[in-house]
């Protein structure tokens, strides 16, 4: 007599699966737009001479995170540590681009 398996318990939470599998898609591509942005911005500022680090800005824009995070019952801990992930990220990208620029102009100088 061969064992059947047991009808699996996750079969229920397939849907649950498409509906974040579609939601990961959208942040991936919505987080790929923000960086685009970060980029030309990155440009922008190595060709008006405005400093990479924008203080006032990053306390902005980490003010109003926490508080769309805390509209969504987001934990204030985890909004935190995603913007202070996404702003280290996109300063990094933006100082490499500037510096990159930056050594590319003189090269051609």
Request: aromatic share 6%.
């Amino acid at each position: 007599m061969s064992k059947r398996s047991a009808p699996s318990q996750t079969t229920g939470l397939e849907p649950f699966r498409r509906d974040l599998d579609r939601l990961d898609e959208q942040i991936a591509s919505l987080l790929g737009e923000r960086f685009e942005i970060c980029r030309e911005i990155a440009l922008y500022k190595r060709a008006h001479e405005i400093p990479m680090m924008q203080p006032d800005r990053v306390a902005e824009v980490r003010s109003r995170y926490l508080a769309r995070g805390a509209d969504v019952d987001l934990p204030p801990d985890f909004s935190a540590d995603l913007f202070e992930l996404l702003i280290a990220a996109t300063c990094r990208m933006e100082d490499e681009l500037i510096g990159a620029t930056a050594v590319a102009e003189r090269e051609t100088a």
